[in-house]
């Protein structure tokens, strides 16, 4: 929302008793222009400092930043001119000191860690809360707003960074959090009575930008006109608002107390007098049994020109997001002062650059030392011996009639000796080199150089040792982290106020996806399957009190690499581990395929070491005992498979005794046809007979299925065909039952 009063009809609503709004807007802007003002005054003087500093660090060969004007100008460099001027060389050194800390704080960032802080609050909720962190700074390119405030925190003293709110996209009304990178440190004016060094006290800040006033009209449209804003204003604190070709705008933010009274009731139960909650109670008969008054903070931004307010809105957290990054901090005689690593350095490193242009200029002027002879040898050849050290002429000549007075002829004119660099001078230049190293607390171990540590242990000994004179910094661009994570952990319930789905990050870089809702009054809620096995969690991380620690050391994937070496060492001294982790150090491995093949060899190994604390036990109990059951079911599917073969041989048994019995069958037949010209006596001879010797001889019952002796203990199963076979005692199909011979036993009975 844009306002389209100026800060002149803004004066006149309040004298004329306008609106309410205008009147608030009126006494705002007033009271923000104090306060800058008043921030502007307060760093001045170490902003001065820290602008030359950082100008020292960037000094090169061509800005000559290292080297004082007045000395330039002695010495004949002027405007970067060195034709016949003494040498003014800069060898930075300072660069490598400030880098040494700040790439030590990127190979060990600080990360915060959210812990639960009250009896409501839940580990895993702690877990979903660092995963929403993890994916705020991963979107956000957190890591180049850390490196940023932290270079400049280094540099010259004081760094910042700031959290952002978006909206996920077009279509939504859902927002997102961010951390913002502020590049530009001069550009911040932060309340100078603040005492934390992170400025989480701070009772006010601005964020200032010049932009052009073709941009200042593109983004409001509908602010007022400049010119109408440089007119009558009356007012010397708005002279620097507007300039030429530019226009200040800034982002303002403050904090808004107002006094309440906090009731509480039986059953621990606080609520601020006249909040729904206290209504509530009322009306449930509850009177309030303590009461006392607070202060209630309420953090407002806005935007503006300095003359109207171009945007204003709240700000959800408690906390200004504008996170500061100190250095080196004083205080004195009630001002601030602020420096970095390279402020104590500046002198020694001119003092090199001194020592170097001077042994440069002895060098240089060795060649060039002047020729001495007598008067009278130089006539006639002047021109080559003005430029003898300069010119590489084949041959010099000399007047050779020039005597002495008593006829004897003088020496040849001969070089003098020239200046040489003095022993002094080395000794100076070393020295300069060890103060640039003294004063940054920085020496030959923390800078990889050689010494006579020779095992590892003791080379990372002297390393510590040599971190720690820089190590305030580290500390305390941790100490802003703490506080930034801090202000999204109070930020997130807020803004996750629906019910939606976010995203996570672990710390192993992969994604997830966490259920959030703001409405169960549980922090988990863990939804099961008819087995009681948890198949979804459902988080509110509006319910309990998080806090928040910090963490430094090195990254996940050299965390990582020190774990694998670690495993591999482990593993080779003690092999029978590989049947209870041999998954996790596969996936510790970086190749591709090595989380399949962690997940394929997982399922060799005992279910009870890979079970999750999701169920209980009895629950975990019934889960193993389900896969127990499950490979004793592949095992007797197996012992299935064999029976099934073994049918399948009964089966061509039957089939090869059905072929027999109509075999025997077409035998009748044939002796039916021919019985016309046979007694009936000599058939059934002949007939019983044949079926006499087979049951002797015992083909006949080996034949029959079911009487396989090769398969011990195999039930008797009825077989296709077995209706075919003519039973015990009868003659075979198709032959009409005749009555045995006098003298002979029937079939089946024993002699």
């Keep these: 929302m844009a306002y389209q009063d100026t800060g002149i009809n803004e004066a006149g609503a309040v004298a004329s008793g306008g609106t309410k709004s205008d009147r608030d807007n009126g006494d705002m802007l007033a009271t923000m222009r104090t306060r800058l003002t008043m921030a502007i005054s307060a760093y001045s003087d170490s902003r001065e400092d820290e602008l030359d500093d950082l100008r020292f660090r960037a000094a090169s060969p061509d800005n000559q930043w290292q080297w004082p004007a007045d000395v330039l100008a002695t010495r004949g460099s002027i405007q970067g001119q060195t034709i016949n001027a003494r040498p003014c060389l800069t060898i930075n050194k300072l660069p490598q000191h400030v880098l040494q800390v700040t790439n030590d704080q990127r190979q060990n960032r600080p990360s915060g860690k959210v812990i639960p802080a009250d009896d409501k609050a839940d580990v895993e909720v702690a877990e979903i809360f660092n995963g929403i962190v993890r994916h705020i700074e991963y979107i956000s390119d957190a890591d180049v707003a850390y490196d940023t405030a932290c270079d400049n925190q280094v540099t010259f003293g004081e760094g910042y960074f700031r959290i952002l709110t978006e909206y996920c996209n077009e279509n939504s009304f859902d927002q997102d959090l961010r951390i913002g990178r502020i590049r530009d440190s001069f550009s911040v004016y932060m309340d100078p009575t603040i005492q934390d060094p992170c400025g989480s006290d701070a009772e006010w800040c601005f964020i200032c930008q010049e932009i052009t006033k073709e941009d200042y009209e593109r983004q409001f449209p509908d602010a007022a006109t400049l010119s109408s804003l440089q007119y009558g204003v009356g007012d010397g604190q708005l002279n620097a608002w507007i300039n030429q070709d530019t226009v200040r705008i800034a982002e303002y933010f403050y904090i808004q107390h107002e006094k309440k009274t906090l009731n509480q009731y039986h059953g621990n139960i606080a609520a601020m007098a006249g909040s729904p909650e206290a209504k509530q109670a009322e009306m449930m008969g509850l009177k309030p049994i303590k009461t006392r008054e607070v202060d209630v903070k309420t953090v407002k931004w806005c935007k503006t020109n300095g003359f109207e307010v171009l945007d204003k809105r709240d700000w959800p957290g408690k906390w200004i997001p504008v996170i500061r990054v100190v250095g080196n901090e004083f205080e004195i005689d009630g001002r601030m002062y602020i420096s970095g690593l390279v402020r104590n350095a500046k002198d020694a490193q001119r003092m090199y650059n001194y020592w170097v242009s001077q042994e440069a200029e002895m060098l240089a002027l060795a060649p060039k030392a002047p020729f001495i002879g007598y008067g009278g040898q130089f006539e006639g050849y002047e021109q080559q011996w003005k430029t003898a050290n300069i010119n590489n002429w084949p041959y010099l000549e000399v007047n050779p009639d020039v005597t002495d007075g008593q006829g004897g002829v ?312 077995m209706e075919q076979m003519p039973p015990q005692g009868m003659p075979p199909q198709g032959m009409p039952p005749q009555m045995p011979p006098q003298g002979m036993p029937p079939m089946g009975v024993p002699q």
């Design 410 to 721: 003088l020496p040849l004119p001969q070089r003098s000796q020239p200046p040489m660099a003095s022993s002094g001078l080395l000794q100076a230049k070393a020295g300069a080199s060890d103060d640039i190293k003294a004063s940054t607390g920085q020496y030959d171990s923390s800078l990889g150089a050689t010494s006579n540590e020779r095992s590892g242990r003791a080379i990372l000994a002297r390393e510590k040792q040599s971190d720690t004179g820089t190590y305030h910094y580290v500390d305390n661009l941790a100490r802003a982290i703490r506080h930034s994570t801090r202000q999204l952990v109070d930020l997130i319930p807020k803004l996750y106020d629906t019910q939606r789905i976010a995203r996570i990050i672990g710390l192993d870089g992969e994604t997830d996806q966490a259920a959030i809702d703001p409405s169960q009054p549980m922090p988990v809620k863990k939804i099961q399957d008819e087995r009681g096995i948890v198949v979804k969690k459902i988080y509110n991380p509006s319910v309990g009190t998080y806090d928040v620690a910090v963490t430094t050391g090195p990254s996940y994937l050299t965390k990582r690499q020190e774990a694998l070496d670690a495993m591999a060492q482990l593993l080779q001294g003690n092999p029978q581990l590989w049947a209870v982790a041999g998954d996790l150090f596969i996936k510790h491995m970086d190749w591709p395929g090595a989380q399949e093949m962690a997940a394929r060899f997982a399922k060799t190994i005992d279910p009870k070491l890979l079970a999750t604390g999701d169920e209980a036990p009895e629950l975990q109990a019934a889960k193993m005992q389900m896969q127990a059951m499950a490979q004793e079911m592949e095992h007797m599917h197996g012992m299935l498979q064999n029976v099934s073969k073994s049918i399948e041989a009964q089966d061509m048994q039957v089939k090869q005794f059905d072929s027999q019995v109509k075999a025997y069958d077409a035998e009748t037949k044939r002796i039916s046809a021919v019985q016309a010209g046979m007694s009936p006596e000599q058939i059934q001879d002949i007939v019983l007979g044949t079926v006499h010797g087979m049951i002797t001889s015992g083909d006949l019952v080996t034949e029959m299925p079911g009487r396989d002796t090769d398969m011990p203990g195999m039930p008797e199963m009825p077989q296709e065909g």
